[in-house]
C-alpha cells in the first residue's frame, strides 16, 4: 500500500507490527470498525483475540504483560466498552506493567454534543494512563503511536490511545502539514529500558550498614524477578535467610536452601519469626502491604527504582533508587562474606519444621477436599516450567503458600489491586504466548463465575488450559474477615454451580471432584487432555485462609 492511501488505522497497525506486537485482544465495535479492518488485512502478522466481556481483554492483556515482560494490548469500542475496559487496566496500573488500550470515539464533529455511547473517555483515564492522547490523523499517528508503546514500556505503566471514527479512516495524502518543515516528523521504533544506578557513595553507606550488621534478612518482590542470581548470591554471602512477597513469589524457587517462603497473611511462620529477628532488612524491589509483618526496629536498606517507594512501607535506613540486579551487582564487591551462617541455619530448621506442619495440614481428615491438599496435589503434578495464575479469594492464600514453585515456573496474579476474576483471563494469555507450556489457574467459585464465558474463548482458539476451582459455594474470604470483624455472616453464600457442565456446554471439558483419594487421578486426566478443562473440586469451607501462627488452630 502506498504511504499516502494509507489511512490512520492502516499506521496504527503496522506501528504495532513493528514494535513485534502478537495479539490484540478486544471486541469489534462500530466506533472502531476501521482499526477492526485494518487488522483483517493484517491478520497474518497480528492476531485479533476475540473476547466476550471488556474486561477479560484488559485482563489479558496485563497477564500477557506479567508473564512475558512485554506490551499487552487491548481494544475497545467507545463508551461502554472503554469502561468495561478499566478493571483490568487498573490492574496493569496498581502492579506496573506495559499495557496500550485502545479506544473509538464517535465522528468528530458529534463530539461534545452527548451522542450515543459518548463519554468523556480521557477523564475516565486520567489516574491510570502514563499517557494519554486522542490521535486526529494518520501523520500524527506516525508520531504518537510509538510514543505511547514507548511510554508504557518505559514506565512500566499503561498508555491509552483514542481514535474518532472518522480520524480512523483518513488517508494520508487528505493530511496536509499545518507548517512548513512538519511533514518531516515521524516515529521511531525501538525502545531501550533505563538502568538506573545509586551513586557511589550511597552502595559505600549501603555496603558499610551491611558489614557491620549480624542477622540479616532478605524481602524480595516482584522488582527482583529478573535478579535471581544475583539475590542468591547475596543470599549466601551474607547467610541471609530470603522471604518473598507474593509478587515475587517466582524470584527464588521453593526449594532454595534460603527460602523461607512467603511473609504477611499468607507467608510462613519462619519468614514472620525472622523479620522480628532480624537487625538488618534489605529490601529488594518490594512494596509489600502488610505493616504488621515488617521488624519492630530493625535496620533497613531498600532498592527500588521507584524513589516514591523508599522507606513507604518501612523507615528506610539507606534508601537505594536503582534497578534491583545491576544495584545489587554494584553491591557484592563492597560486602564481606558472613562466617557465622547462625541465622540462616535457625530458619531453615525452622523451615523443615514448617514444611512438616504443611503436610499435616495437608494431609488431616476433611468432609470433602481440604484446599490446602488441592494445591499441594497440583503443585506435585505440576510441569517444571508451568505458567499458573491465580485468581483472588481465600485460595489465594492457599496457594501462595503450599504451591512449591519450581525454578522455571511462572506466576500471575493481580497483586495490588487484588480484583476477582483475572484467572481465567491471566491463563488464556499465558497459552497463547506459550502454547508448549503447562498453563494452570488457581480460581475461586466467586471469581470464576464473574468472567466464566471466556472459556468458549479458550475453545474458539483451541488453548488447553487447566482451570481449577475452589468450590464451596461462597466468598470464604470475606465470609471470615466478617467473622474475625465480630459481625454476622451475611451475603457471602453463591447460588451452586455445577462448573462442569458449564465447561461442557462451552465446548471444553469438565471435571468435578469430591473425594481427596479421587483427586489424583481426576487431575492427570484434565492435566493429559489436550482440550480445555476445569476441574471443579469441593472443597472443605470449614479450612481457614489462616495467619501463619494461626495455621495449626485452623482461625482466620
Not at 502478537?22 to 497474518?44: C, M, S, T, W, Y
Not at 472518522?166 to 518531516?184: I, L, R
Not at 549501603?206 to 542470581?229: F, H, P, T, V, Y
Not at 537505594?320 to 562474606?337: N, R, S
Request: aromatic fraction near 8%.
Amino acid at each position: 500500500m502506498e504511504n499516502h492511501n494509507k489511512t490512520t488505522a492502516d499506521i496504527l497497525i503496522e506501528k504495532l507490527i513493528s514494535w513485534e506486537v502478537k495479539f490484540i485482544f478486544g471486541i469489534i465495535g462500530d466506533r472502531i470498525n476501521p482499526i477492526v479492518e485494518a487488522l483483517r488485512k493484517h491478520q497474518d502478522k497480528i492476531r485479533f483475540i476475540t473476547v466476550r466481556h471488556e474486561e477479560s481483554a484488559a485482563f489479558m492483556a496485563s497477564g500477557y504483560a506479567k508473564f512475558t515482560g512485554k506490551l499487552g494490548v487491548c481494544m475497545a469500542t467507545s463508551g461502554p466498552g472503554a469502561i468495561h475496559l478499566m478493571n483490568g487496566l487498573y490492574d496493569a496500573y496498581k502492579d506496573h506493567v506495559p499495557v496500550l488500550a485502545i479506544t473509538g470515539s464517535p465522528v468528530s464533529d458529534l463530539a461534545g454534543t452527548d451522542y450515543i455511547q459518548e463519554i468523556n473517555i480521557h477523564t475516565l483515564m486520567q489516574e491510570v494512563a502514563v499517557y494519554d492522547q486522542e490521535i486526529t490523523s494518520p501523520r500524527q499517528a506516525e508520531t504518537l503511536v510509538d510514543l505511547a508503546i514507548r511510554s508504557a514500556l518505559n514506565s512500566s505503566g499503561v498508555a491509552h490511545l483514542n481514535f474518532a471514527k472518522d480520524n480512523q479512516e483518513m488517508e494520508m495524502s487528505e493530511d496536509e502539514p499545518t507548517k512548513k518543515g512538519n511533514e518531516k516528523l515521524f516515529g521511531t521504533g525501538g525502545f531501550t529500558p533505563r538502568i538506573h544506578l545509586p551513586a557511589e557513595e550511597e552502595l559505600d553507606e549501603a555496603a558499610q550498614l551491611i558489614n557491620s550488621s549480624q542477622k540479616i534478612g532478605i524481602l524480595a518482590g516482584m522488582g527482583a524477578l529478573g535478579a535471581r542470581e544475583e539475590v542468591l548470591e547475596l543470599a549466601d554471602i551474607l547467610g541471609a535467610p530470603v522471604t518473598k512477597a507474593l509478587l515475587g513469589k517466582a524470584v527464588i524457587p521453593d526449594d532454595s536452601p534460603f527460602s523461607t517462603g512467603g511473609i504477611g497473611h499468607l507467608g510462613t511462620l519462619p519468614s514472620k519469626e525472622w523479620m522480628q529477628e532480624c537487625d538488618l532488612l534489605i529490601t529488594l524491589g518490594s512494596n509489600m502491604p502488610y505493616l504488621e509483618y515488617y521488624p519492630k526496629s530493625a535496620k533497613a536498606i531498600q532498592i527500588d527504582h521507584n524513589p516514591k517507594r523508599i522507606g513507604l512501607r518501612y523507615p528506610a535506613t539507606v534508601g537505594l533508587v536503582g534497578d534491583v540486579k545491576f544495584t545489587v551487582l554494584g553491591l557484592l564487591p563492597k560486602i564481606e562474606k558472613k562466617s557465622d551462617r547462625s541465622f540462616l541455619e535457625k530458619y531453615q530448621k525452622e523451615m523443615e519444621k514448617w514444611n512438616t506442619t504443611l503436610v499435616e495440614v495437608e494431609e488431616g481428615d476433611s468432609k470433602l477436599v481440604r484446599p490446602q491438599f488441592l494445591v499441594a496435589e497440583v503443585s506435585r503434578q505440576l510441569e517444571s516450567d508451568a505458567a499458573v495464575s491465580i485468581d483472588t479469594g481465600a485460595h489465594t492464600i492457599f496457594s501462595a503458600r503450599h504451591w512449591q514453585l519450581k525454578k522455571d515456573q511462572q506466576m500471575a496474579v493481580s497483586g495490588n489491586l487484588a480484583t476477582m476474576a483475572p484467572g481465567l483471563p491471566y491463563a488464556i494469555a499465558a497459552k497463547l504466548e506459550f502454547p508448549e507450556r503447562q498453563c494452570v489457574a488457581f480460581v475461586g467459585d466467586g471469581g470464576f463465575s464473574m468472567l466464566m464465558a471466556e472459556m468458549v474463548t479458550a475453545v474458539r482458539y483451541n488453548l488447553a488450559i487447566k482451570i481449577i476451582i475452589f468450590k464451596n459455594n461462597e466468598l470464604s474470604q470475606d465470609v471470615y474477615e466478617q467473622r474475625a470483624a465480630g459481625t454476622e455472616v451475611y451475603g457471602g453464600d453463591l447460588t451452586p454451580i455445577d462448573f462442569a457442565k458449564v465447561a461442557e456446554a462451552c465446548g471444553a471439558e469438565g471435571y468435578s471432584c469430591r473425594e481427596k483419594s479421587e483427586l489424583s487421578e481426576v487431575l492427570k486426566s484434565a492435566f493429559s487432555s489436550n482440550r480445555p478443562a476445569v476441574v471443579e473440586v469441593w472443597i472443605d469451607p470449614d479450612q481457614a485462609p489462616s495467619a501463619p501462627h494461626h495455621l495449626l488452630q485452623n482461625i482466620f
